[in-house]
């Protein structure tokens, strides 16, 4: 991968595990490889490569029941890989949990990183839970739920792969990350489904598709492309088609909008709701965390009334959900921290409609418009 000024190593292969039969079978609750461990499949795909003006594909298969496009875009610091996973073969008997492994370089020491909630990063060590060393380790025992992206890094470069759905990832290399895209089990784990894991679709085994967004780094950028790319992701617009009996040239392209210019580019319009028609619920969230980015990582100060392109009457701030007025929280806990200091929810703030928002932070407001 070369980027900038700066060249790093990559590999990406697919591979599997084997499904167990012992008394905690692999099934829809539970992940329990094999002791044969990953089973790779072949590095040698045939393939064939397009180019455009704006894009290069390189199409691959590597089995009958496994291929990929892999998609450079022009002007962006990123790799797409597009998987298609399936019908899994079982003509061996032996079920199968199919996983994608990215390589590299990087000297990680055991340590990985995956997201809670496409929020804040959760740091992970091999082997480990917490503090405490697990003595007897397998490979179940290094998985983790990854809800947007999981990232590794050293001091030099940072791997992230963003996902476009919830799943299970480990690091069970250094240097790699590991991600489980499809299952097929012969055997019910016995925790209430009553059924093996194979689910099908016209009498064979289903197919799945997904995408898989890679971003080699240097660690000043990493957060940047990350949270960047990770809204266009999760938030893209969605496309809806209706039957019309209008012709192309009878269409007046039309467009609106409740806002009048950008927000700050470390803030996320997370909700913008229509309460009545001179009234509208509208949430902020900062989508950088602290420490994470020189210049995003930072308290961004939001101007509610400039945001809208009606004339603003007023904004009252309320709880997370919106339910009731953030000042009329009562009951909060005192919380003492060592040193002899005591900290409380207070904050010191602007006062509504201009807010400061701390990294990380979501706020809710309910915007008021002149008739």
Not at 85 to 108: Q, R, S
Not at 138 to 150: F, K
Request: glycine share 6%; net charge positive.
């Amino acid at each position: 991968v070369v980027g900038d000024s700066n060249t790093w190593y990559l590999e990406q292969s697919f591979g599997y595990y084997e499904g167990t039969n012992r008394w905690t079978s692999s099934g829809a609750y539970t992940f329990s490889p094999s002791q044969r461990g990953l089973i790779r499949l072949p590095k040698n795909p045939t393939y064939t490569v397009h180019r455009g003006q704006n894009v290069i594909e390189v199409h691959q298969v590597f089995e009958s029941w496994v291929s990929q496009v892999i998609r450079l875009y022009r002007g962006q610091q990123s790799i797409e890989f597009e998987w298609l996973v399936g019908p899994i073969n079982l003509h061996d008997t032996a079920a199968k949990e199919v996983i994608t492994i990215y390589k590299t370089h990087l000297v990680t020491n055991g340590i990985f990183y995956t997201d809670s909630n496409g929020r804040k990063f959760m740091k992970r060590r091999r082997d480990y839970r917490g503090k405490q060393r697990n003595h007897s380790p397998r490979i179940e025992s290094n998985y983790y739920p990854v809800t947007t992206a999981a990232r590794i890094h050293d001091d030099r470069a940072t791997l992230t792969v963003l996902t476009d759905r919830a799943q299970g990832a480990s690091s069970n290399v250094d240097g790699s990350l590991e991600f489980m895209l499809q299952r097929r089990l012969l055997v019910d784990d016995n925790k209430g489904v009553t059924e093996p894991l194979d689910e099908k679709s016209f009498g064979v085994g289903i197919v799945t598709r997904g995408i898989h967004i890679v971003q080699f780094t240097t660690n000043s950028d990493a957060a940047y492309l990350h949270r960047t790319r990770s809204l266009a992701i999760t938030q893209g617009p969605l496309l809806s088609i209706s039957p019309t009996s209008r012709t192309i040239n009878q269409w007046q392209p039309a467009s609106t909008s409740f806002l009048k210019g950008p927000v700050p580019e470390n803030i996320n319009v997370m909700t913008l709701q229509k309460l009545s028609p001179t009234t509208v619920l509208l949430r902020l969230e900062h989508i950088y965390d602290v420490d994470e980015d020189p210049q995003y990582s930072v308290p961004t100060e939001v101007n509610i009334s400039a945001l809208f392109s009606r004339r603003v009457k007023s904004v009252k701030e309320v709880t997370l959900d919106g339910n009731s007025d953030r000042d009329c929280e009562l009951g909060r806990l005192v919380w003492s921290f060592a040193g002899n200091t005591t900290r409380t929810d207070k904050r010191t703030d602007l006062v509504p409609p201009l807010v400061v928002l701390e990294p990380m932070e979501i706020r809710t407001f309910v915007v008021y418009y002149f008739p």
